[in-house]
């Protein structure tokens, strides 16, 4: 099947500073991307749509200006957490599109991120 | 608004059959996933429903009942690796926009 890389798996920075994550279909262009944020215990919260080459939208209550997305290309959208806090320690998931189609969706493996 | 509601845990022996029940209300709808994630990996594609019935896939089946706003995972003899969480999600809008409810988490005992 299709295939959602992340990187980083994980990562620790300190407070303050900017974190990217990155998402890529490896084997199929992605017209859109969505990303997730899940806290420990609970379900994956979505953040925002990503479709390529334009601007993301973000769910209720996502600051836009902290949670940089980016979607240059059909096989690549980052996620900059800027000014990381500790609140925002969480695990960071992405998902991808093929088509229009439902069911065409693909998760990527994660990133967990913790801001000291 | 959008409402997907699960029991938060559930226990069961190896060998068993679980249900594991899922409603929602939601604006839109286009159809229903299950997913299982084990803790810190990504969710992993189980089932998806958009018309009413049964879809059986080996020890797995979902049901669906669009006007209920109601579904159901059917896990058939329980391994002790079912020990996860079971999500809900609801496509909402277009472009596979889900919708997660907040999961149930299932330990499989000896």
């Known amino acids: 099947g299709a295939v959602v890389s992340q990187h980083p798996s994980w990562v620790i920075c300190k407070s303050g500073t900017s974190v990217k994550i990155e998402c890529r279909s490896l084997?199929?262009?992605?017209?859109?991307m969505f990303w997730y944020r899940q806290f420990p215990k609970q379900s994956l919260m979505l953040m925002a749509t990503?479709?390529?080459?334009?601007?993301?939208?973000?769910e209720q209550g996502v600051e836009k200006d902290k949670f940089l997305i980016n979607h240059a290309s059909l096989t690549l959208s980052t996620l900059t957490v800027t000014s990381a806090h500790p609140e925002d320690s969480s695990f960071y998931i992405c998902?991808?599109?093929?088509?229009?189609?439902?069911?065409?969706?693909?998760f990527g493996e994660g990133s967990r991120l913790t801001v000291l | 608004g959008q409402n997907i509601d699960q029991p938060t845990e559930m226990t069961a022996t190896e060998g068993a059959i679980v249900q594991i029940n899922c409603t929602y209300q939601?604006?839109?709808?286009?159809?229903l996933f299950w997913y299982q994630q084990h803790a810190g990996e990504a969710p992993t594609f189980l089932s998806y429903n958009v018309l009413d019935g049964l879809e059986e896939k080996g020890r797995f089946s979902s049901f669906l009942s669009r006007s209920k706003g109601y579904s159901y995972l059917l896990l058939k003899e329980l391994q002790m690796k079912d020990s996860a969480s079971y999500l809900c999600a609801v496509v909402s809008g277009g472009y596979n926009k889900l919708i997660f409810g907040a999961g149930t988490r299932l330990a499989v005992h000896p």
């Open positions: 084997d199929f262009q992605a017209t859109t």
């Open positions: 939601t604006s839109g709808f286009n159809g």
């Open positions: 990503s479709n390529e080459g334009s601007k993301a939208t973000y």
């Open positions: 998902s991808a599109s093929q088509g229009a189609a439902v069911g065409e969706l693909f």
